[in-house]
């Protein structure tokens, strides 16, 4: 009987220190399982404001403050290369017809007096037979004022006879010398005659206009005029400028032309005309700028001018990762008061040394915000 008792005890013991045992490797495994476990995540409780929110660990997102940059104000647009109106050339036929021959295109560089076209012209034809009559009635009248002149010398006829043949001499002469003219007007050459008119390119420059085709017709001095012929050393840019910048901008200013097809070259323009008239729509006015053309811009190309202010201006400059590029518009997060925050909309200027931007408007200089804007929006849209 003892030693069924003491055999009992034994197994007691053995299942105690069992469950001992078991108890301290689930101690183990739970402690090893906190520790895996990293820190907890940031709440963030929005506000009756939607650009206002709370955070309940505001030491993970670092302030920074914003510091003072003197700059002159900029205003950029975007504009077209336009023709300089004075500087284009329409050419003209003077004699109606059919074209015959085209001998220059529409974009080539032409020099002056080189021939542009041929046609056929009815024109011609009849100015070149009233040449022909104007020199037969010219040479009867001469051949008749000097037999009046013989008669009235022997008194075989009254000097009225040989004042009438001396009339008729000059009125010939007259129409002879019109006849010519109108030739000439034509272009064509009396001394030879021929129904072909040739026009020839009266500047030099770049045909930017081009109506006619091989056969089609052409009237005298009618529009569509058959080229037009360009200068393109020197061409406007007109700029589309809100009524609101109007104010930056005055005439004799120069900007900055940048090309989009050529990023790196920089040129320079004057204002030389603000139109008076205000676009409806867009509450835009036109602004033309005159630029020499160094051989790189071309008709209908995308530029983008920059005015330059007059006085220089004291703005704020951040760190380029506290703006946030959000929708179009610029946002910096600036801390409230019990862990809130506030994004808080502004207007991104120019990149800094040092991996600073400034900022136009929204934010002065002193201004606290935080440093990495993009942190801060991905824990709000968690």
């Known amino acids: 009987m003892n030693r069924s008792m003491l055999l009992e005890a034994g197994m007691c013991l053995a299942l105690a220190l069992a469950l001992a045992g078991c108890g301290g490797v689930h101690a183990q495994q739970n402690a090893v399982a906190s520790t895996d476990v990293g820190p907890a995540p940031v709440k963030v409780v929005p506000d009756m404001d939607a650009n206002n929110f709370r955070v309940d660990r505001p030491e993970q997102f670092p302030l ?16 077209v290369v336009s023709p300089d109106v004075s500087r284009q050339v329409p050419v003209a036929s003077l004699a109606s017809g059919r074209v015959i021959e085209i001998d220059a295109r529409l974009g080539d560089e032409v020099k002056k007096g080189q021939l542009l076209f041929k046609l056929r012209s009815n024109d ?4 070149f037979a009233d040449y ?5 009635n010219e040479e009867l009248t001469r051949i008749q004022l000097d037999r009046a002149k013989v008669l009235f010398e022997n008194g075989a006829a009254p000097r009225s ?3 009438v043949a001396q009339t008729a001499e000059d009125d010939a002469k007259v129409d002879l010398e019109t006849a010519v003219e109108h030739l000439h007007l034509l272009g ?15 500047v030099s420059g770049v045909i930017t206009d081009q ?11 009618t529009p569509p005029n058959p080229f037009t012929i360009s200068d393109l050393s020197h061409v406007w840019i007109v700029c589309d400028v809100y009524e609101n910048d109007m104010g930056q901008i005055h005439v004799g200013e120069t900007a900055d032309i940048h090309l989009a097809a050529y990023p790196n070259r920089s ?3 004057r204002i030389n005309n603000i139109l008076p008239i205000v676009d409806p729509n867009l509450r835009t006015a036109k602004v033309r700028l005159e630029v020499d053309n160094p051989g790189l811009m071309r008709l209908g190309m995308f530029v983008t001018a920059t005015f330059h ?14 703006i946030l590029h959000l929708h179009d518009r610029d946002w910096v997060y600036a801390p409230l008061d019990q862990n809130r925050f506030r994004r808080v909309e502004v207007v991104a200027g120019d990149v800094l040394p040092n991996n600073m931007q400034a900022i136009r408007s929204g934010l002065k200089p002193g201004d606290r915000v935080v440093a990495n804007a993009l942190v801060l929006q991905s824990t709000v849209e968690q």
């Open 64 to 79: 920074t403050t914003a510091l003072e940059h003197v700059a002159t104000p900029e205003l950029n647009v975007t504009g």
């Open 124 to 127: 011609i034809a009849g100015a």
């Open 132 to 136: 022909r009559k104007a020199v037969k």
């Open 161 to 163: 006879s040989l004042e």
């Open 188 to 202: 064509a050459d009396p001394e030879h005659p021929t129904g072909i008119v040739e026009v020839y390119a009266p």
């Open 211 to 221: 109506q006619i085709t091989e056969s089609s017709g052409v009237q005298a001095l």
């Open 267 to 269: 040129l320079q323009g």
């Open 309 to 322: 202010g007059m006085t220089a201006e004291r703005v704020a400059a951040v760190p380029s990762a506290a």
